[in-house]
């Protein structure tokens, strides 16, 4: 994945997508990227939020999510 970079063990950042990736408690992964300016203002054009039962269920959809959406 040569387009996202990790921060620290929960966050990850695609700096030419704008975009986060996020592993809030070992289960919930947060996803905002790509953005969208109306008058002057940025919002977020895509915006993720899972839970999963498990820390490895959500570190397997988060790898996955970077590996199919690694443009830069």
């Known amino acids: ?10 966050k990850y950042i ?7 990736l996020y ?3 070992g ?5 905002s ?3 969208v300016k109306i008058r002057g203002v940025e919002f977020t054009k895509t915006h993720i ?3 999963f ?6 570190l397997s959809f988060a790898q ?3 590996k199919n959406h690694d443009r830069c």
């Open 33 to 35: 990227i790509d953005t």
């Open 1 to 10: 994945m040569k387009c996202w970079k990790k921060i620290s063990d929960t």
């Open 23 to 25: 592993i809030f408690d």
């Open 53 to 58: 039962k498990t820390k490895p269920q959500a």
């Open 14 to 20: 695609n700096k030419k997508r704008k975009g986060v």
């Open 49 to 51: 939020n899972e839970e």
């Open 64 to 66: 996955k999510y970077m």
């Open 27 to 31: 289960d919930t992964v947060n996803i």
